[in-house]
């Protein structure tokens, strides 16, 4: 359609509206939903683009389902709670043939006949949301939460382009919840990395923590930026429609202009089942994004609604999870990781192979023990698997494929980058460079210094550390204090405006807690809890500085070995001139007196289970202490509130168990800021 914008009048921009609007929602959907574009990208974004230019001459003209809403909307402060009107359940789990037989049997049983009809399809890997359409109109988009409730993710979902705004088809339900899989192509993820790195940010460590990473954004302008796109699997609350099947559900929402579930079919019994899960076992890498295993559900709902559920799961659904994937390569070096304390980590480094759809050539094998045991040698076969789908591993070692003329692996005793002596240290598994100024020590000190849990500089990327301290434009980190933007300007891929962002930052560390503080310096055996610990009893460097060895070692969960290391860390000429650099740069060393009358949560002892969507554990666990509470890791008798985010673990049923009160991770917000819960 060829407009010329300038010209048009009211009537004729009307008419243009609405035509481009179909033809552009039409174009989504197959793109999105059918995979089978029609026309070329180009063509797309003119349509969109001509769109925008006549709502933005006649404003009147907008509508909620408009394809120019998907753009994003200025930030929110915060996501709004929604309840969801019927709970999102998680699904039980089944590892072998044998879990699955145990399912069907259970389901026979209690519905008391010898044939069920199941669908399989495929289980993906993201972030469960529930899309609510009142009279096909989209009015609300939310995530999973715990189940119960969820965060009003809207604007954000508004921006996933296979998501329709407005159902298409005739059949249009009063309402209707559909339920789904936000998740991001493998393809998407790899290229989005790329820009983080080149950014300087941090890299997402695999597409569900990207799709959720993106859609959970206050700023869903952030979220219009990436490629996401939701599968729809079920339906939540629905009127005026009904469906006799899953499969014919599906079919409808596939209508009603959703891509489904991907190899969604019936099949006649378990036995079919517990083929298409040895099938997609073996296929799953075929798929553009990441499957973790095969979702089997009973077919007909009224059975389903027979079967019911548990407070956690239906009882006529389970997830058969794919086995972590492991694959055959070669080694093609054993090189040495000097880390923050010195420790050498011999690392693997073999051809390419894919696992579990993302491409892996190194894997840790941890310290001279390991080598040993695994006798794993330069030009080895060896099986490599990701353990808890992140980190690769060394399984084994194929020693009847073994070459001619291989040598064993001996750790150097001297340091792979500054070359000076390496030892082993009685008791200890590790080995280490003993040269505290070596250059691999002092990058890792400095990448443990600025990250999250510590001084949380979070625009200084690892590339530009190392280098920082290559070009000996620092060489500790207390040196971030005196950068200048000419320093960082001499960085390879660095422009104003990320150098502008980094100084920023360090400037916004400057106020950081004083347990971060302690965290940060990067003492030997200083973890964040007992970084905690330090900062509560000592509230400031210099009486830590000056406090003695038993003295530290009283605090209850403080041993002998660490008492002895931080006395010695503040022993060292050079770390006490790093701490005076510090201070001179106007570092916060102390902790701010906390007045202890009017603390809201002096009583409470809080453990927190599962995954909290808007804090780190450990950040909620500061707020906590800074309040007056207390947490802990455990649920006892005394404990006195249990907050249960994401995924709660056995915690929560021991609280549940024991009568303590549990909140949701929104109460706990309003807990924290004063509100009543
Ligand atoms: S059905 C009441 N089907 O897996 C049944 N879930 O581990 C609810 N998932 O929270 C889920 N693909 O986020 C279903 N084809 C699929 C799925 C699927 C991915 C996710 C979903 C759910 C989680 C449970």
Redesign the pocket.
């Known amino acids: 359609m060829k407009i010329d914008i300038s010209a048009v009048s009211y009537e004729e921009a009307k008419d243009f509206v609405k035509k481009l609007r179909r033809s552009i929602q039409q174009h989504n959907y197959l793109y999105y939903a059918r995979n089978k574009p029609e026309i070329s990208d180009h063509e797309y974004d003119q349509m969109l683009q001509d769109l925008i230019t006549l709502e933005k001459k006649f404003p009147s003209l907008v509508t909620p389902d408009s394809p120019s809403q998907r753009v994003g909307a200025p930030p929110l402060k915060e996501f709004k709670t929604v309840q969801h009107k019927i709970p999102?359940?998680?699904?039980g789990n089944a590892f072998n043939n044998e879990d699955l037989i145990n399912f069907d049997k259970r389901i026979k049983k209690e519905l008391k006949t010898d044939t069920v009809q199941y669908v399989t399809?495929?289980?993906?890997?993201?972030?469960?949301v529930s899309i609510r359409y009142e009279n096909g109109m989209l009015v609300q988009g939310a995530t999973?939460g715990n189940g119960i409730s969820g965060e009003d993710v809207t604007l954000n979902i508004k921006t996933i382009k296979n998501i329709p705004l407005k159902l298409f088809g005739n059949i249009i339900p009063a309402v209707i919840e559909i339920?789904g899989?936000v998740i991001m192509y493998k393809k998407d993820f790899e290229e989005l990395n790329k820009e983080r790195e080149r950014n300087g940010e941090p890299p997402f460590a695999n597409p569900r923590n990207a799709a959720a990473g993106s859609l959970r954004q206050l700023d869903s302008c952030i979220t219009a930026q990436r490629k996401l796109q939701m599968?729809a699997?079920?339906i939540g609350e629905v009127k005026s429609i009904s469906f006799s099947t899953h499969f014919e559900a599906l079919e409808s929402l596939k209508k009603m202009g959703f891509k489904t579930?991907p190899e969604a079919a019936p099949c006649s019994g378990i036995n079919e089942a517990i083929e298409r899960c040895e099938y997609y076992k073996n296929h799953r890498n075929d798929y553009p994004f990441e499957a973790d295993g095969i979702?089997i559900?009973v077919n007909e709902i009224a059975l389903q609604k027979k079967l019911g559920?548990t407070s956690h799961?239906?009882r006529w659904?389970i997830?058969y999870k794919f086995p972590p994937e492991e694959a055959e390569t070669t080694v093609q070096n054993i090189v040495i990781q000097v880390g923050r304390t010195g420790i050498l980590t011999p690392v693997a480094v073999f051809d390419q192979i894919e696992l579990e759809g993302s491409v892996v050539s190194r894997a840790t094998l941890h310290n001279e023990d390991q080598v040993k045991r695994l006798d794993i040698r330069i030009n080895d076969k060896i099986i490599v698997r990701k353990a808890g789908s992140v980190i690769p591993e060394v399984v084994k070692v194929l020693k009847e494929k073994r070459p001619q003329n291989t040598q064993p692996f001996n750790l150097p005793d001297k340091c792979p980058v500054c070359h000076g002596p390496a030892a082993r240290f009685e008791g200890e598994s590790a080995t280490r460079c003993i040269n505290v100024s070596c250059p691999a020590q002092v990058k890792e000190r400095i990448i443990h210094f600025a990250s999250r849990n510590a001084m949380d500089i979070d625009a200084l990327g690892d590339k530009i550390i190392n280098q920082l301290v290559d070009k000996k434009i620092i060489s500790d980190y207390s040196d971030l204090y005196y950068l200048k933007k000419e320093d960082l300007l001499e960085l390879e891929r660095m422009g104003e405006i990320l150098a502008e962002k980094i100084l920023r930052n360090i400037q916004q560390s400057k106020n950081k807690n004083l347990s971060n503080l302690i965290y940060a310096l990067g003492i030997f055996q200083v973890g964040k809890y007992t970084a905690n610990l330090l900062a509560k009893r000592f509230k400031s460097i210099d009486a830590l500085k000056a406090a003695k060895e038993d003295e530290i070692h009283a605090i209850g969960g403080i041993g002998p070995i660490t008492a002895e290391s931080i006395k010695k860390f503040f022993a060292s000429e050079q770390n006490i001139e790093i701490l005076r650099k510090l201070k001179t740069a106007g570092i916060k060393m102390e902790e701010e007196e906390i007045k202890t009358q009017n603390l809201p949560l002096k009583e409470e002892k809080i453990v927190f289970t599962g995954t909290l969507k808007n804090f780190l554990r450990g950040e909620a666990q500061d707020i906590v202490k800074n309040l007056g509470g207390e947490t802990f890791e455990t649920v006892t008798k005394t404990t006195t509130i249990v907050v249960s985010g994401e995924n709660p673990g056995s915690k929560y049923e021991k609280a549940k168990a024991l009568g303590i009160k549990i909140i949701s991770e929104d109460e706990f917000k309003k807990l924290i800021t004063g509100g009543k819960i």
């Open positions: 999102m359940l998680s699904l399809e495929l289980k993906m890997d993201g972030l469960a999973r339920r899989e599968i699997y079920g579930s979702v559900k559920a799961e239906p659904a997830a």
